[in-house]
């Protein structure tokens, strides 16, 4: 189950901006991971943070990520991006394949506050 929060989650997605839409991911009613939507354009910048995995949780979040694809359509994006800043993570890839990203490449990316 996705359900919309109204703030960013307490010890999550630090250093990210406020613009980001705040979503936690349920399983048996409880959070087993957090979920943020940047609009950049007709893009969906999508961050995922996980509180916890099982197998079960991995089939959920299969449904999740129909909801979560659903809610950046309705937006008006055409194109969800999801990204890692750690570019040494073997397993990223696989995780992302199973939500229907293809081809996964890590990037570099760099920042600068003016």
């Not at 989650?9 to 959070?31: H, R, T, V």
């Amino acid at each position: 189950m996705v359900k919309r929060l109204e703030n960013k989650p307490e010890g999550y997605f630090k250093g990210s901006a406020d613009n980001f839409m705040w979503f936690g991911l349920y399983y048996k009613k409880e959070i087993y991971a957090y979920a943020a939507i940047e609009l950049l354009g007709n893009f969906a910048s999508v961050h995922t943070e996980m509180v916890r995995w099982s197998h079960s949780i991995a089939r959920m979040m299969k449904i999740d990520w129909e909801e979560i694809k659903f809610i950046c359509k309705s937006l008006g994006t055409v194109e969800m991006i999801a990204s890692n800043n750690n570019v040494d993570d073997k397993r990223w890839s696989k995780f992302i394949r199973l939500f229907g990203f293809t081809e996964p490449k890590p990037i570099l990316v760099s920042r600068q506050e003016i």
